[in-house]
Protein backbone atom coordinates (compact mmCIF):
# COMPACT_ATOMS: atom_id res chain seq x y z
CA UNK A 1 0.00 0.00 0.00
CA UNK A 2 1.25 3.36 -0.98
CA UNK A 3 0.78 6.47 1.82
CA UNK A 4 -0.10 8.91 -1.07
CA UNK A 5 -2.93 6.96 -2.14
CA UNK A 6 -6.73 6.75 -1.12
CA UNK A 7 -6.31 3.29 0.27
CA UNK A 8 -4.35 4.22 3.22
CA UNK A 9 -5.77 7.42 3.94
CA UNK A 10 -8.75 5.24 4.29
CA UNK A 11 -7.20 2.19 5.98
CA UNK A 12 -5.22 4.33 8.28
CA UNK A 13 -7.78 6.45 10.42
CA UNK A 14 -9.43 2.59 11.13
CA UNK A 15 -6.43 1.41 12.28
CA UNK A 16 -6.30 4.20 14.47
CA UNK A 17 -9.53 4.15 15.77
CA UNK A 18 -9.57 0.41 16.88
CA UNK A 19 -5.89 0.61 18.49
CA UNK A 20 -7.09 4.02 20.51
CA UNK A 21 -10.01 2.45 21.37
CA UNK A 22 -7.78 -1.01 23.09
CA UNK A 23 -6.12 1.70 24.78
CA UNK A 24 -5.98 -0.22 28.10
CA UNK A 25 -4.90 -4.00 26.50
CA UNK A 26 -1.23 -2.92 24.92
CA UNK A 27 -1.32 -6.95 23.78
CA UNK A 28 -4.57 -6.20 21.67
CA UNK A 29 -2.91 -3.60 20.49
CA UNK A 30 0.18 -5.12 19.43
CA UNK A 31 -2.28 -7.57 17.58
CA UNK A 32 -4.15 -4.89 15.83
CA UNK A 33 -0.59 -3.79 14.87
CA UNK A 34 0.35 -7.01 12.97
CA UNK A 35 -2.86 -7.71 11.38
CA UNK A 36 -2.72 -3.96 10.15
CA UNK A 37 1.19 -4.58 9.24
CA UNK A 38 0.23 -7.99 7.24
CA UNK A 39 -2.61 -6.28 5.12
CA UNK A 40 -0.58 -3.35 4.72
CA UNK A 41 2.17 -5.25 3.37
CA UNK A 42 -0.44 -7.90 1.37
CA UNK A 43 -1.68 -5.25 -0.24
CA UNK A 44 1.19 -5.20 -3.09
CA UNK A 45 1.42 -9.20 -3.30
CA UNK A 46 0.11 -11.17 -0.25
CA UNK A 47 2.75 -14.64 -1.71
CA UNK A 48 5.46 -11.86 0.20
CA UNK A 49 3.75 -12.13 3.21
CA UNK A 50 5.46 -15.87 3.59
CA UNK A 51 8.76 -14.23 3.14
CA UNK A 52 8.27 -11.64 5.98
CA UNK A 53 6.62 -14.40 8.26
CA UNK A 54 9.55 -16.93 7.60
CA UNK A 55 12.29 -14.23 8.22
CA UNK A 56 10.48 -13.26 12.13
CA UNK A 57 10.02 -17.11 12.67
CA UNK A 58 14.06 -17.68 11.79
CA UNK A 59 14.72 -14.79 13.95
CA UNK A 60 12.20 -15.64 16.79
CA UNK A 61 13.68 -19.11 17.48
CA UNK A 62 17.34 -18.47 16.93
CA UNK A 63 17.10 -15.45 19.23
CA UNK A 64 15.67 -18.13 22.00
CA UNK A 65 18.09 -20.76 20.97
CA UNK A 66 21.14 -18.06 21.72
CA UNK A 67 20.10 -17.07 24.70
CA UNK A 68 19.64 -20.92 25.90
CA UNK A 69 23.16 -21.49 24.53
CA UNK A 70 26.83 -20.98 26.13
CA UNK A 71 29.24 -23.10 24.00
CA UNK A 72 30.60 -20.72 21.37
CA UNK A 73 30.15 -23.06 18.55
CA UNK A 74 26.91 -23.89 18.97
CA UNK A 75 26.04 -20.19 19.53
CA UNK A 76 27.54 -19.22 16.02
CA UNK A 77 25.83 -22.21 14.19
CA UNK A 78 22.81 -20.86 15.22
CA UNK A 79 23.81 -17.11 14.12
CA UNK A 80 24.58 -18.67 11.33
CA UNK A 81 21.25 -19.64 10.47
CA UNK A 82 20.05 -15.99 10.55
CA UNK A 83 22.94 -15.33 8.70
CA UNK A 84 21.99 -17.89 5.88
CA UNK A 85 18.46 -17.16 5.87
CA UNK A 86 18.14 -13.65 5.58
CA UNK A 87 21.36 -12.76 3.38
CA UNK A 88 20.23 -15.95 0.96
CA UNK A 89 17.08 -14.90 0.55
CA UNK A 90 18.06 -11.48 0.04
CA UNK A 91 20.40 -12.96 -2.45
CA UNK A 92 18.38 -14.93 -4.68
CA UNK A 93 15.30 -12.14 -5.13
CA UNK A 94 18.10 -9.32 -5.53
CA UNK A 95 20.87 -10.56 -6.97
CA UNK A 96 20.63 -13.96 -8.68
CA UNK A 97 19.48 -12.66 -11.71
CA UNK A 98 22.72 -10.51 -11.46
CA UNK A 99 25.02 -13.11 -11.18
CA UNK A 100 23.55 -15.41 -13.75
CA UNK A 101 23.82 -12.20 -16.61
CA UNK A 102 27.16 -11.70 -15.56
CA UNK A 103 28.51 -15.74 -15.36
CA UNK A 104 27.11 -15.12 -19.08
CA UNK A 105 28.88 -12.25 -19.88
CA UNK A 106 31.82 -13.89 -19.13
CA UNK A 107 31.74 -16.78 -20.99
CA UNK A 108 30.99 -14.82 -23.75
CA UNK A 109 34.08 -12.74 -23.37
CA UNK A 110 36.56 -15.74 -24.34
CA UNK A 111 33.74 -17.27 -26.45
CA UNK A 112 31.38 -19.32 -25.26
CA UNK A 113 27.91 -18.83 -25.84
CA UNK A 114 25.78 -20.47 -23.20
CA UNK A 115 21.65 -20.41 -22.58
CA UNK A 116 20.94 -20.06 -19.79
CA UNK A 117 17.18 -21.04 -18.01
CA UNK A 118 15.66 -17.81 -17.10
CA UNK A 119 13.43 -16.94 -14.70
CA UNK A 120 11.71 -14.03 -14.14
CA UNK A 121 12.45 -13.00 -10.15
CA UNK A 122 10.27 -10.29 -9.11
CA UNK A 123 11.99 -8.32 -5.94
CA UNK A 124 9.42 -8.48 -2.54
CA UNK A 125 9.16 -4.69 -2.17
CA UNK A 126 11.59 -3.55 1.27
CA UNK A 127 13.04 -6.97 1.72
CA UNK A 128 16.31 -5.39 2.09
CA UNK A 129 15.16 -3.19 4.98
CA UNK A 130 13.14 -5.87 7.23
CA UNK A 131 16.11 -8.23 6.73
CA UNK A 132 18.24 -5.95 8.36
CA UNK A 133 15.69 -5.16 11.27
CA UNK A 134 15.68 -8.99 12.02
CA UNK A 135 19.14 -9.53 11.43
CA UNK A 136 20.47 -6.43 13.86
CA UNK A 137 18.17 -8.36 16.88
CA UNK A 138 19.90 -12.05 16.01
CA UNK A 139 23.47 -10.11 15.74
CA UNK A 140 22.33 -8.12 19.67
CA UNK A 141 21.05 -11.42 21.12
CA UNK A 142 24.01 -13.25 20.28
CA UNK A 143 26.46 -10.50 21.54
CA UNK A 144 24.14 -10.30 24.78
CA UNK A 145 23.24 -7.04 23.98
CA UNK A 146 19.40 -7.69 24.36
CA UNK A 147 17.21 -10.42 25.52
CA UNK A 148 15.48 -12.60 23.85
CA UNK A 149 11.64 -11.83 22.91
CA UNK A 150 9.49 -14.18 24.54
CA UNK A 151 6.68 -12.30 22.89
CA UNK A 152 6.31 -13.72 19.35
CA UNK A 153 3.49 -11.06 18.46
CA UNK A 154 5.22 -8.44 19.93
CA UNK A 155 8.52 -9.90 17.74
CA UNK A 156 6.51 -10.50 15.31
CA UNK A 157 4.54 -6.60 15.52
CA UNK A 158 8.58 -5.11 15.72
CA UNK A 159 9.48 -6.86 12.07
CA UNK A 160 6.49 -5.99 10.33
CA UNK A 161 5.25 -2.83 12.07
CA UNK A 162 3.61 -1.12 8.94
CA UNK A 163 4.69 3.08 9.16
CA UNK A 164 8.49 1.75 8.29
CA UNK A 165 8.32 -1.85 6.96
CA UNK A 166 8.86 -1.01 3.17
CA UNK A 167 11.39 1.52 3.34
CA UNK A 168 12.32 2.43 6.68
CA UNK A 169 13.63 4.02 8.85
CA UNK A 170 16.02 0.54 9.60
CA UNK A 171 14.87 0.43 13.62
CA UNK A 172 16.59 -1.99 15.96
CA UNK A 173 15.78 -4.18 18.58
CA UNK A 174 16.89 -1.97 21.52
CA UNK A 175 15.00 0.93 20.44
CA UNK A 176 11.81 -0.38 18.91
CA UNK A 177 11.41 -3.87 20.20
CA UNK A 178 10.57 -2.71 23.77
CA UNK A 179 8.34 -0.14 23.06
CA UNK A 180 6.51 -3.46 21.77
CA UNK A 181 6.52 -4.95 25.20
CA UNK A 182 4.34 -2.80 27.27
CA UNK A 183 1.42 -0.30 27.19
CA UNK A 184 1.75 3.22 24.80
CA UNK A 185 0.91 6.39 25.65
CA UNK A 186 -0.62 8.73 22.83
CA UNK A 187 -0.97 12.09 23.93
CA UNK A 188 -1.94 15.55 22.38
CA UNK A 189 1.69 16.52 21.72
CA UNK A 190 2.44 13.30 20.18
CA UNK A 191 -0.51 13.30 17.95
CA UNK A 192 0.25 16.83 16.44
CA UNK A 193 3.82 16.28 16.19
CA UNK A 194 3.15 13.52 14.53
CA UNK A 195 0.49 15.00 12.30
CA UNK A 196 2.59 17.90 11.48
CA UNK A 197 5.51 15.38 10.31
CA UNK A 198 2.94 13.45 7.82
CA UNK A 199 1.83 16.77 6.32
CA UNK A 200 5.75 17.87 5.93
CA UNK A 201 6.49 14.55 4.23
CA UNK A 202 3.45 14.87 2.33
CA UNK A 203 4.73 18.17 1.03
CA UNK A 204 7.96 17.26 0.10
CA UNK A 205 6.92 14.15 -1.44
CA UNK A 206 3.81 15.57 -3.57
CA UNK A 207 4.99 19.45 -4.19
CA UNK A 208 9.16 18.57 -4.02
CA UNK A 209 10.00 15.03 -5.52
CA UNK A 210 7.13 14.63 -7.53
CA UNK A 211 7.93 17.85 -9.41
CA UNK A 212 11.29 17.77 -9.69
CA UNK A 213 10.61 14.32 -11.02
CA UNK A 214 9.10 15.68 -13.87
CA UNK A 215 12.50 17.07 -15.07
CA UNK A 216 14.67 14.42 -13.48
CA UNK A 217 13.27 12.01 -15.67
CA UNK A 218 13.19 14.56 -19.30
CA UNK A 219 17.24 15.18 -18.48
CA UNK A 220 17.55 11.51 -18.48
CA UNK A 221 15.20 10.51 -21.31
CA UNK A 222 15.96 11.43 -24.50
CA UNK A 223 14.78 15.00 -24.37
CA UNK A 224 18.37 16.11 -25.88
CA UNK A 225 19.52 17.91 -22.64
CA UNK A 226 23.10 19.16 -22.72
CA UNK A 227 25.26 21.80 -20.53
CA UNK A 228 23.50 23.53 -18.02
CA UNK A 229 20.29 21.78 -18.70
CA UNK A 230 21.85 18.73 -17.67
CA UNK A 231 22.85 20.19 -14.58
CA UNK A 232 19.71 21.12 -14.10
CA UNK A 233 18.07 17.46 -14.62
CA UNK A 234 20.77 16.02 -12.00
CA UNK A 235 20.57 18.51 -9.48
CA UNK A 236 16.74 17.76 -9.94
CA UNK A 237 17.37 14.38 -9.55
CA UNK A 238 18.79 15.20 -6.06
CA UNK A 239 15.96 17.09 -5.08
CA UNK A 240 14.00 14.29 -6.15
CA UNK A 241 15.44 11.64 -4.33
CA UNK A 242 15.88 13.61 -0.98
CA UNK A 243 12.20 14.98 -1.29
CA UNK A 244 10.93 11.50 -1.89
CA UNK A 245 12.90 9.23 0.67
CA UNK A 246 12.99 11.67 3.64
CA UNK A 247 9.32 12.47 2.73
CA UNK A 248 9.02 9.29 3.07
CA UNK A 249 10.52 9.10 6.24
CA UNK A 250 8.94 11.77 7.74
CA UNK A 251 5.28 10.20 7.09
CA UNK A 252 6.70 6.92 8.30
CA UNK A 253 7.89 8.86 11.44
CA UNK A 254 4.83 10.43 12.02
CA UNK A 255 2.34 7.99 11.37
CA UNK A 256 4.07 5.98 14.30
CA UNK A 257 3.46 9.00 16.59
CA UNK A 258 0.12 8.71 16.26
CA UNK A 259 0.27 5.14 17.43
CA UNK A 260 2.99 6.27 20.55
CA UNK A 261 5.68 4.47 19.05
CA UNK A 262 9.07 6.85 18.44
CA UNK A 263 11.15 5.94 15.17
CA UNK A 264 14.40 7.31 14.79
CA UNK A 265 15.05 10.11 12.95
CA UNK A 266 16.21 9.18 9.08
CA UNK A 267 17.53 12.37 7.33
CA UNK A 268 18.98 15.73 8.93
CA UNK A 269 19.61 18.20 6.50
CA UNK A 270 22.15 16.70 4.64
CA UNK A 271 22.52 18.99 1.77
CA UNK A 272 23.71 21.47 3.81
CA UNK A 273 26.37 19.21 4.53
CA UNK A 274 30.15 21.12 4.79
CA UNK A 275 31.95 17.40 3.50
CA UNK A 276 31.05 13.84 2.92
CA UNK A 277 31.82 12.76 6.19
CA UNK A 278 29.03 15.03 7.49
CA UNK A 279 26.87 13.87 4.37
CA UNK A 280 26.80 10.50 5.45
CA UNK A 281 25.71 11.28 9.21
CA UNK A 282 23.06 13.12 8.15
CA UNK A 283 21.78 10.57 5.00
CA UNK A 284 19.96 7.85 5.67
CA UNK A 285 20.87 7.76 9.30
CA UNK A 286 19.60 4.50 9.71
CA UNK A 287 21.52 2.60 7.32
CA UNK A 288 24.62 4.02 7.78
CA UNK A 289 24.72 3.34 11.65
CA UNK A 290 23.91 -0.37 10.66
CA UNK A 291 26.40 -1.02 8.48
CA UNK A 292 28.76 0.87 10.82
CA UNK A 293 27.74 -1.24 13.61
CA UNK A 294 27.84 -4.20 11.76
CA UNK A 295 30.09 -4.59 9.36
CA UNK A 296 32.46 -1.72 9.84
CA UNK A 297 33.41 -2.61 13.37
CA UNK A 298 33.62 -6.29 12.89
CA UNK A 299 35.77 -6.02 9.93
CA UNK A 300 38.23 -4.19 12.27
CA UNK A 301 37.15 -0.85 12.00
CA UNK A 302 39.92 1.85 12.64
CA UNK A 303 41.92 -0.41 15.46
CA UNK A 304 44.13 -2.13 12.74
CA UNK A 305 46.36 0.09 10.91
CA UNK A 306 45.50 2.93 8.94
CA UNK A 307 45.63 0.26 5.71
CA UNK A 308 43.40 -2.11 7.12
CA UNK A 309 40.88 0.55 8.25
CA UNK A 310 40.62 2.56 4.15
CA UNK A 311 39.78 -1.20 2.83
CA UNK A 312 37.09 -1.75 5.41
CA UNK A 313 35.91 2.08 4.33
CA UNK A 314 35.82 0.95 1.00
CA UNK A 315 33.60 -1.87 1.67
CA UNK A 316 31.29 -0.23 3.48
CA UNK A 317 30.96 1.74 0.67
CA UNK A 318 30.60 -1.02 -2.14
CA UNK A 319 28.70 -2.81 0.05
CA UNK A 320 26.55 -0.27 0.57
CA UNK A 321 26.24 0.37 -3.49
CA UNK A 322 25.57 -3.21 -3.80
CA UNK A 323 22.53 -3.21 -1.15
CA UNK A 324 20.62 -0.19 -3.33
CA UNK A 325 20.62 -3.45 -6.03
CA UNK A 326 22.61 -5.82 -8.28
CA UNK A 327 24.15 -3.56 -10.71
CA UNK A 328 27.30 -2.02 -11.54
CA UNK A 329 26.15 1.65 -11.66
CA UNK A 330 25.72 0.97 -7.65
CA UNK A 331 29.10 -0.14 -7.59
CA UNK A 332 30.04 2.72 -8.89
CA UNK A 333 28.21 5.14 -6.97
CA UNK A 334 29.57 3.68 -3.93
CA UNK A 335 33.04 3.84 -5.24
CA UNK A 336 32.78 7.85 -6.34
CA UNK A 337 31.97 8.26 -2.52
CA UNK A 338 34.65 6.18 -1.26
CA UNK A 339 37.72 7.34 -3.21
CA UNK A 340 36.18 10.78 -2.04
CA UNK A 341 35.84 10.36 1.22
CA UNK A 342 39.14 7.97 2.05
CA UNK A 343 40.94 11.39 1.70
CA UNK A 344 39.27 12.77 4.53
CA UNK A 345 39.21 9.98 6.25
CA UNK A 346 43.41 9.71 6.22
CA UNK A 347 43.30 13.50 7.01
CA UNK A 348 40.87 12.59 10.09
CA UNK A 349 38.39 14.93 8.81
CA UNK A 350 35.03 12.55 9.23
CA UNK A 351 35.18 12.98 12.91
CA UNK A 352 35.32 16.74 12.97
CA UNK A 353 32.67 17.64 15.76
CA UNK A 354 29.66 19.47 13.89
CA UNK A 355 29.77 22.96 14.89
CA UNK A 356 27.37 25.93 13.78
CA UNK A 357 27.55 26.69 10.03
CA UNK A 358 28.31 29.59 8.89
CA UNK A 359 28.51 31.67 5.64
CA UNK A 360 32.03 31.18 5.28
CA UNK A 361 31.27 27.34 4.71
CA UNK A 362 29.38 28.40 1.80
CA UNK A 363 32.07 27.15 -0.94
CA UNK A 364 32.95 23.66 1.30
CA UNK A 365 28.87 23.01 1.13
CA UNK A 366 28.45 23.61 -2.23
CA UNK A 367 31.64 21.21 -3.06
CA UNK A 368 30.29 18.69 -1.09
CA UNK A 369 26.38 19.12 -3.25
CA UNK A 370 28.35 18.98 -6.42
CA UNK A 371 30.49 15.64 -5.63
CA UNK A 372 27.03 13.73 -4.09
CA UNK A 373 25.39 15.15 -7.61
CA UNK A 374 27.66 13.61 -9.65
CA UNK A 375 27.34 10.31 -7.17
CA UNK A 376 23.80 10.70 -7.96
CA UNK A 377 24.07 10.44 -12.05
CA UNK A 378 25.35 6.67 -11.80
CA UNK A 379 22.45 5.85 -9.02
CA UNK A 380 20.03 7.27 -11.33
CA UNK A 381 21.03 6.29 -14.84
CA UNK A 382 19.81 2.99 -16.51
CA UNK A 383 22.89 1.12 -16.75
CA UNK A 384 26.75 2.33 -17.14
CA UNK A 385 26.76 3.21 -20.83
CA UNK A 386 23.41 5.96 -19.80
CA UNK A 387 25.38 7.18 -17.36
CA UNK A 388 28.73 8.06 -18.88
CA UNK A 389 26.60 9.07 -21.71
CA UNK A 390 24.94 11.67 -18.61
CA UNK A 391 28.27 13.01 -17.97
CA UNK A 392 29.21 13.95 -21.41
CA UNK A 393 26.04 15.38 -22.51
CA UNK A 394 26.50 17.78 -18.97
CA UNK A 395 30.10 18.53 -20.35
CA UNK A 396 28.65 19.62 -24.10
CA UNK A 397 26.33 22.40 -24.72
CA UNK A 398 27.22 25.98 -23.13
CA UNK A 399 27.57 27.65 -25.90
CA UNK A 400 25.17 29.81 -27.12
CA UNK A 401 22.71 27.71 -29.58
CA UNK A 402 18.66 26.63 -29.16
CA UNK A 403 18.07 25.76 -25.65
CA UNK A 404 15.47 22.57 -24.90
CA UNK A 405 11.81 23.24 -24.22
CA UNK A 406 12.66 22.85 -20.38
CA UNK A 407 10.42 25.02 -19.04
CA UNK A 408 7.49 22.16 -18.07
CA UNK A 409 3.82 23.11 -17.39
CA UNK A 410 3.41 24.83 -14.23
CA UNK A 411 7.10 25.54 -13.07
CA UNK A 412 6.48 28.94 -12.00
CA UNK A 413 4.41 27.44 -9.15
CA UNK A 414 7.12 24.83 -8.48
CA UNK A 415 9.66 27.52 -8.18
CA UNK A 416 8.03 29.01 -5.53
CA UNK A 417 7.36 25.56 -3.45
CA UNK A 418 11.38 25.25 -3.91
CA UNK A 419 12.20 28.53 -2.58
CA UNK A 420 9.70 27.96 0.46
CA UNK A 421 11.05 24.69 0.71
CA UNK A 422 14.32 25.78 0.69
CA UNK A 423 14.16 28.67 3.32
CA UNK A 424 12.00 26.27 5.53
CA UNK A 425 14.83 23.41 5.56
CA UNK A 426 17.60 26.44 6.02
CA UNK A 427 15.68 27.46 9.00
CA UNK A 428 15.01 23.55 10.59
CA UNK A 429 18.58 23.50 10.09
CA UNK A 430 20.10 26.38 11.34
CA UNK A 431 18.00 27.05 14.25
CA UNK A 432 16.72 23.50 15.13
CA UNK A 433 13.44 22.04 14.15
CA UNK A 434 11.34 22.57 17.47
CA UNK A 435 12.52 26.04 17.43
CA UNK A 436 10.69 26.38 14.18
CA UNK A 437 8.06 23.91 15.19
CA UNK A 438 7.19 25.08 18.42
CA UNK A 439 7.83 28.87 18.23
CA UNK A 440 7.66 30.08 14.45
CA UNK A 441 4.40 27.80 13.63
CA UNK A 442 2.05 27.38 15.83
CA UNK A 443 -1.59 26.46 15.42
CA UNK A 444 -3.02 24.39 13.09
CA UNK A 445 -3.11 26.69 9.65
CA UNK A 446 0.44 25.01 9.37
CA UNK A 447 -1.16 21.15 8.66
CA UNK A 448 -3.81 22.98 6.70
CA UNK A 449 -1.64 24.99 3.96
CA UNK A 450 0.88 21.97 3.79
CA UNK A 451 -2.29 19.96 2.96
CA UNK A 452 -3.95 22.71 0.53
CA UNK A 453 -0.62 22.92 -1.15
CA UNK A 454 0.00 19.25 -1.58
CA UNK A 455 -3.32 18.62 -3.05
CA UNK A 456 -2.81 21.92 -5.11
CA UNK A 457 -0.07 20.38 -7.42
CA UNK A 458 -0.86 16.42 -6.39
CA UNK A 459 -4.08 16.94 -8.84
CA UNK A 460 -1.50 18.67 -11.33
CA UNK A 461 0.72 15.75 -11.79
CA UNK A 462 1.04 12.25 -11.82
CA UNK A 463 2.12 10.79 -8.88
CA UNK A 464 5.37 9.18 -8.69
CA UNK A 465 5.90 5.68 -6.97
CA UNK A 466 8.63 6.04 -3.82
CA UNK A 467 12.19 5.51 -5.28
CA UNK A 468 13.36 3.55 -1.95
CA UNK A 469 10.35 0.78 -2.93
CA UNK A 470 12.54 -0.78 -5.69
CA UNK A 471 15.23 -1.39 -2.74
Known sequence: MHFITSAFWAFLPTVLALYWALRVHWRWQNALL???????YGWWDARFLLLIAGSTAVDFVVGRRLAALEAPRSRKA????????????????????FLVEQWVSAWASVGVTMDPMTMQIILPVGISFYTFQTLSYSIDVYRRRIEPAQDVVAFATYVAFFPQLVAGPIERATRLLPQMLGPRSVTETSVRSGLRLMC?????????????????????????????YMVVGVVAFALQIYGDFSGYSDIAIGTARLFGIRLRSNFRFPYFSRDLGEFWRRWHVSLNTWFRDYLYIPLGGSRRGRGRAVFNVAVVFLVSGLWHGADWKFVTWGAVHAAC????????????????WRW????????????????????????MGHALDVLARMGQGWTAGDAPDWK???????????????LLEWAQFRYGVRWLWRRAWRGPWVEAVLIAVSLFFGLRQA???FIYFAF
Open 341 to 356: FVPLFLRGGNRRPEQV
Open 200 to 228: WGVFKKVVIADSAAVYANAAFGEAGWSGP
Open 360 to 383: SDLPKTLWTFAVVCFAWVFFRADD
Open 463 to 465: SQE
Open 408 to 422: MPGYEAFAWALAAFA
Open 78 to 97: WLGVSLAFNLGMLAWFKYAG
Open 34 to 40: LAASYFF
